[in-house]
């Protein structure tokens, strides 16, 4: 087994294709091919399953994938120690519902830690695909929340998936708001007094259950009902409709400026935000820097 065959394994999965791992790492597809064929060979396990749409790592595949991230992150450790080598560039990939606080802890984490040299990607994305791609570890962790109407459902899948669910925090639920919006200035709303106001929701795509949805309450009917696939434009829709959307009450005005507000929503139910990660893998380096961003954050605005 050989430092480098590791190393392929993780840009292997970072990129989700051999072919674009192959241009990143400077060799050609075949001898990178190659080299992960004898590992699997020598270590007696399939670490990627061959498909014709493309590969995905096995079960066997995502156990080995922790350890090897490890076992690279403890050799640089070794040589910038003691040959004072130039860090290596920086893999980390997360996949999230939309959530500002998750792009503030995101943007901490890089300014902190993210060094001269990095590649990471961030999804703001539909549910579903945060789930595949973790499963699939295209990302090391998902952000999304749970309730009463959705959790059994999403555990179970979770569990099918081979994903751990950890709590980052419970929430009552909240609408945001323009500023200008005439429920502003309310201390709390009802579900009633939303019913004149058009409701704003993430659109889910294909998988279009309502136990995907972001939102909760997406069972209750709208009269007027707007889907969109960005955070940017349901803001934009906020402020140029006096829409709503109800999520977690947590707004970052450094984000997202002062034009949206959030005003308590009377409901007796709790949204319980959490981050997944696939059971069979050990969290990166970063991963555990980002999840400590993560957590100072929610601190901040939930205490």
């Known amino acids: 087994m050989k430092l480098h065959q590791l190393r392929y394994v993780i840009e292997v999965v970072m990129c989700g294709s051999i072919n674009e791992a192959a241009r990143r790492l400077y060799i050609s597809q075949p001898s990178l091919s190659k080299a992960i064929k004898e590992l699997e060979k020598e270590i007696g396990i399939t670490i990627f399953t061959r498909t014709s749409t493309g590969i995905t790592l096995s079960p066997d595949g995502a156990e ?11 050799v640089e450790l070794l040589e910038r ?7 290596s560039q920086q893999l980390f990939s997360i996949s999230t519902q939309h959530y500002a606080f998750a792009v503030n802890a995101f943007v ?11 590649q990471f990607t961030m ?4 549910t579903y695909e945060i789930i595949e791609d973790v499963k699939n570890l295209r990302s090391e962790i998902g952000i999304l929340y749970v309730s009463s109407f959705n959790e059994k459902v999403m555990m179970q899948l979770l569990k099918e998936e081979g994903l751990d669910f950890h709590v980052l925090f419970k929430a009552a639920p909240h609408i945001f708001v323009s500023s200008q919006n005439p429920l502003a200035n309310k201390s709390s709303v009802t579900l009633e007094d939303l019913e004149e106001y058009p409701r704003l929701n993430f659109e889910q795509g294909e998988f279009n259950s309502f136990y995907y949805s972001e939102e909760i309450f997406s069972t209750i009917p709208s009269k007027k009902s707007i889907q969109v696939s960005d955070r940017a434009t349901l803001f934009n829709l906020l402020i140029g409709l006096n829409g709503y959307t109800i999520s977690t009450g947590i707004v970052s005005a ?6 949206i507000v959030s005003v308590p929503l009377e409901e007796g139910e709790i ?4 981050w997944v ?8 380096r970063m991963a555990k820097l980002y999840l400590e961003e993560l957590e100072q954050i929610i601190h901040f605005y939930v205490s």
């Open 64 to 74: 080995f994938l922790g350890y090897a991230r490890q076992v690279v992150e403890q």
């Open 81 to 87: 120690r003691y040959f004072d080598t130039v860090p």
């Open 108 to 118: 901490e984490m890089i300014k902190k830690h993210g060094g001269d040299k990095y």
């Open 123 to 126: 999804r703001e994305t539909r």
């Open 254 to 259: 450094d984000l997202n400026g002062p034009n």
């Open 271 to 274: 949204i319980t935000v959490g």
């Open 277 to 284: 990660v696939h059971k069979k893998t050990q969290l990166s």
